[in-house]
């Protein structure tokens, strides 16, 4: 009943409950008015026939008292034709009755259920009979049908009236709740809360609308203040998703497209199958600039090298940097070598021009690598794979230049997978052997240095030259690795040799940069070993490339003066061929120079040759550094390095490289120190 009643509307209802009012107070009041009525027209009844029995009492008595029967009838004949009296009886004070009269013999059954009214009939004070007069209750029953039907329809007018009423009443009253309902119902459509309901009246519905209006009000404010909000955030968050679409596709350094934009242009192009070229830019010896001057300077350098490339390429030509010093140019719809090499030759010749970095003027250069699409690769991996690829291949062949991929740079490729791979199967099998070259001195002809030369034994080709397999090693990064592996077996075999031989003997190790420089170096773990070990001063020497000491100098400087103090001997290898200034050669602490092979290849032919060599000499006489000619194949050779002053002399010549087993059997047990001339070829 409730869930009924509470899914009608408000207006319904207040109708309901005005009409529940109207009914009940109209069905109560007619009730009272029956009642009331109904008590009023019995009493009326009674009384009636109270007033004609007194009006009749003496008279009648009189008449029982002289026992006149025809007087008493007639006295009692016209009280059953009065309204509502069906019969009258009269008895005498014995109880017997004298005479009755009724209207019909219908009511002699009714007697001893319908009301009676008895009047006792004294004289004297005595009584001498009893009047009853029998009563219709349907006189009093007919009136209240009558008056019943009377009120019933003054109750239906009523009700009727009170509808119409209410409903007059629930329309003024729910009106303005329904104009609320309509209105709230539209603001909630239209999301427009400048919508505004109407006043109609100062009472709690006035003030309904009041608070409805304040509350719009608020809303509308709110929304204005959250539109303001939204509009300023999202400004922020587009410009914080520019600002990140930017740092993910543009190199924040050079200002340049990143990787990933490359990546973008390229897939798109291979889509479309649009043809392009493109280059792969490697700078020469950025690393170096970048460790001897600093990261500030090579960032500088590469800001400036990259306006440079933008500066020699078409505008619709694409530009992007790939991180550290490769750069990337896509030669839009160019696949003319003609139109390429040129762009390639303005690229190279803008190099040229020192780069102004501070207060330094530097020169660089760059190695590229160029791959067409769609000849070089169907795909963008593969087609950057091969630009890369014949970026390096430009490396090799002396760098500051350009090099077409070729299909055989992908079967070079596949060769040089094939030898990382054995390469690292050789570190873990022990492939590696030591091979040792005497080192004769060419004041007495003795043998009292030597240099370990690290050679591959390869299960299936053979013995494999340092030449074939060093470069990869360092390039793959386990340069250190080896390194320690092969220092370690010379300490092995020069603490044998220690007990075998009387005089002493010097060999010497190659250090490659990467572990002169490597902070976690294998090889200061093998220094901390030397150091453990019973071998005499200068029984081992390090042999560092000129290239080892053009990069941070200070840091060299104190590495080499840590090695020596531990008895170590330091040798510079190759010398001629480097970078290393005379100032180098005075600040460090060396002991031994060795002077290039391709110096002593062109001795004999070359005045130029000779007279450097002379000079190197002279140099290295005034440092009081130890000479030693490499590379020496011909007596001719062997005797202009004996003139020049050169205190060692190593080559074919002499002998050459050789296994453990067969230097240690003649230069260590046999004691054959000593080369005569006369023996050599």
């Known amino acids: 009943m409730i869930m009924l009643f509470n899914s009608h509307t408000v207006r319904n209802k207040f109708l309901l409950i005005l009409m529940l009012i109207a009914v009940l107070s109209a069905s109560v009041t007619a009730g009272v008015l029956i009642y009331y009525q109904s008590i009023d027209a019995n009493k009326s009844q009674q009384d009636k026939l109270v007033l004609m029995s007194s009006v009749i009492s003496p008279s009648l008595t009189a008449a029982i008292v002289f026992n006149d029967i025809d007087t008493i009838n007639e006295l009692i004949m016209p009280t059953v034709k009065t309204e509502g009296v069906f019969a009258t009886y009269v008895y005498n004070n014995k109880g017997e009755l004298i005479t009755k009269i009724h209207r019909d013999n219908l009511y002699v059954k009714r007697l001893q259920v319908e009301d009676k009214i008895e009047t006792s009939l004294v004289l004297g004070g005595e009584i001498q009979g009893t009047l009853i007069f029998y009563v219709d209750s349907s006189v009093v029953d007919d009136k209240m049908s009558f008056y019943r039907k009377l009120v019933a329809q003054l109750l239906i007018g009523t009700l009727f009236i009170s509808l119409i009423l209410s409903i007059i009443l629930s329309r003024l009253i729910t009106r303005p709740l329904s104009q609320l309902i309509n209105i709230a119902k539209k603001v909630n459509q239209n999301n427009d809360y400048t919508i505004r309901a109407p006043y109609h009246s100062a009472d709690e519905i006035g003030d309904l609308t009041n608070c409805f209006n304040a509350m719009l009000d608020t809303v509308e404010n709110r929304e204005h203040a959250l539109e303001s909000t939204v509009i300023e955030r999202t400004k922020a968050l587009e410009e914080a998703n520019r600002q990140l679409h930017h740092q993910a596709h543009e190199d924040t350094l050079s200002g340049l497209p990143n990787r990933r934009s490359l990546y973008a242009l390229l897939n798109a192009n291979v889509d479309k199958k649009k043809k392009f070229c493109l280059l ?347 000479i030693v000619a490499e590379g020496i194949e011909t007596r001719t050779q062997h005797k202009l390095v004996t003139e020049l002053g050169c205190h060692y002399g190593q080559g074919y010549l002499y002998d050459k490289p050789m296994p453990r087993e067969e230097f240690e059997h003649k230069y260590i047990t046999q004691h054959l120190s000593t080369c005569k001339l006369e023996q050599i070829p």
């Open 280 to 626: 792969f830019i490697d700078l020469d010896g950025f690393k170096q600039i970048n460790d001897s001057l600093g990261h500030d300077y090579g960032d500088i350098l590469l800001q400036q090298v990259s306006r440079r490339i933008v500066s020699c390429v078409r505008a619709d030509d694409f530009v992007a940097r790939l991180g550290g010093d490769e750069f990337t140019i896509v030669l839009n719809g160019l696949t003319n070598e003609i139109h390429i090499d040129q762009i390639i030759h303005n690229i190279l010749s803008s190099f040229e021009i020192a780069f102004s970095l501070k207060n330094k003027n530097i020169f660089a250069s760059a190695s590229i690598g160029v791959t067409l699409y769609p000849r070089d690769g169907n795909n963008v991996d593969t087609l950057i794979k091969n630009a890369d690829q014949a970026m390096y291949e430009s490396k090799r062949r002396g760098k500051n230049r350009s090099h077409y991929f070729t299909q055989e740079m992908s079967q070079q490729l596949i060769n040089k997978k094939e030898k990382i791979s054995d390469l690292h199967k050789a570190l873990k099998n022990n492939e590696f052997t030591i091979y040792y070259q005497p080192i004769f001195n060419l004041k007495n002809n003795k043998v009292d240095k030597a240099e370990a030369l690290i050679r591959w034994q390869h299960p299936t080709k053979g013995l494999i030259l340092p030449d074939d397999f060093l470069g990869t090693i360092e390039e793959e990064g386990f340069m250190d690795e080896l390194g320690y592996w092969v220092a370690n077996q010379v300490l092995i075999d020069r603490l044998k040799w220690q007990q075998l031989m009387s005089a002493p003997m010097e060999v010497s190790i190659n250090i490659s940069p990467s572990q002169f420089r490597s902070k976690n170096s294998l090889l200061q773990k093998w220094l901390a070993e030397f150091e453990t070990n019973s071998l005499p001063a200068n029984a081992i020497a390090f042999e560092i490339t000129e290239h080892s000491l053009v990069h941070d100098h200070y840091k060299v400087r104190t590495i080499l003066n840590d090695i020596r103090n531990k008895g170590i001997r330091i040798a510079i290898d190759d010398f001629g061929v480097g970078y290393s200034s005379l100032s180098y050669l005075q600040q460090l602490n060396l002991d031994t120079l060795k002077i290039d092979r391709s110096f002593i290849d062109r001795l004999t032919s070359d005045n130029r040759s000779y007279g450097l060599c002379k000079g190197i000499v002279t140099i290295a006489q005034e440092l009081n550094l130890m």
